[in-house]
């Protein structure tokens, strides 16, 4: 039996994901040094061209929430598949019908605050029985305890949970 851990995935069964990158956000992480986490974001931006993944845009553009982040418009403008919501979970009927249709099991997920929506959605993902990689050093939050408790979460309900870039 291969645990989460030891799953392989690849260009071929992934997908990836990007929650909430949008401007009204950014500014309430403070458990990563700012700079260093817009350097991950826009190293983070670079994996869907990269590989050819689809890809996934949580959140929307308005006057709470600001505009995404430009790296991030970018894989939009380049046809990555947007999903607004109402609740923390991206897991929307909409989302997971596009999930679906790609035929791959493997989500690769990024988030600006790991201890809310990139939480709920990728327990979502898990529960719908995906194989969920979450990238922790392009997520943060505002306190260090509900950082690690969601990553101890994320952890204990079988995503494997990871640092790519630092």
Same mark, same amino acid.
């Given at each position: ?5 030891? #799953?392989r ?10 929650v +909430?990158y949008?401007?009204?956000l ?15 974001i826009?190293? &983070?931006? @670079?994996?869907s061209?990269?590989f /050819?993944?689809?890809?996934?845009? &949580?959140g929307?553009?308005?006057d709470?929430?600001g505009? &995404?982040?430009?790296e991030? !418009?970018?894989?939009?403008?380049a046809?990555? @598949?947007?999903?607004? !919501? ?7 009927? +909409? &989302? ?7 035929? =791959? =099991? +493997?989500?690769?997920i /990024? ?8 939480? #709920?959605?990728?327990? +979502?993902?898990? !529960? ?19 950082e690690?408790?969601?990553?101890? =979460?994320l ?9 790519w870039?630092?």
């Amino acid at each position: 039996m291969t645990t989460s851990a030891l #799953h392989r995935m690849t260009p071929e069964s992934a997908v990836i994901a990007y929650v +909430d990158y949008v401007t009204g956000l950014d500014n309430l992480i403070t458990t990563i040094p700012g700079r260093v986490f817009r350097n991950n974001i826009q190293a &983070f931006a @670079k994996v869907s061209p990269l590989f /050819g993944l689809p890809t996934a845009v &949580f959140g929307e553009e308005n006057d709470y929430y600001g505009t &995404f982040l430009p790296e991030i !418009r970018a894989l939009i403008d380049a046809g990555g @598949k947007t999903f607004p !919501r109402s609740t923390p979970s991206g897991c929307t009927p +909409d &989302f997971m019908a596009w999930l679906a249709a790609t035929g =791959r =099991r +493997d989500v690769i997920i /990024g988030g600006i605050s790991i201890d809310n929506c990139t939480l #709920h959605t990728a327990l +979502d993902l898990l !529960r719908a029985g995906y194989n969920v990689q979450v990238v922790a050093d392009v997520s943060g939050s505002n306190s260090l305890l509900a950082e690690s408790t969601a990553i101890a =979460r994320l952890q204990a309900a079988g995503a494997v949970v990871s640092g790519w870039l630092n």
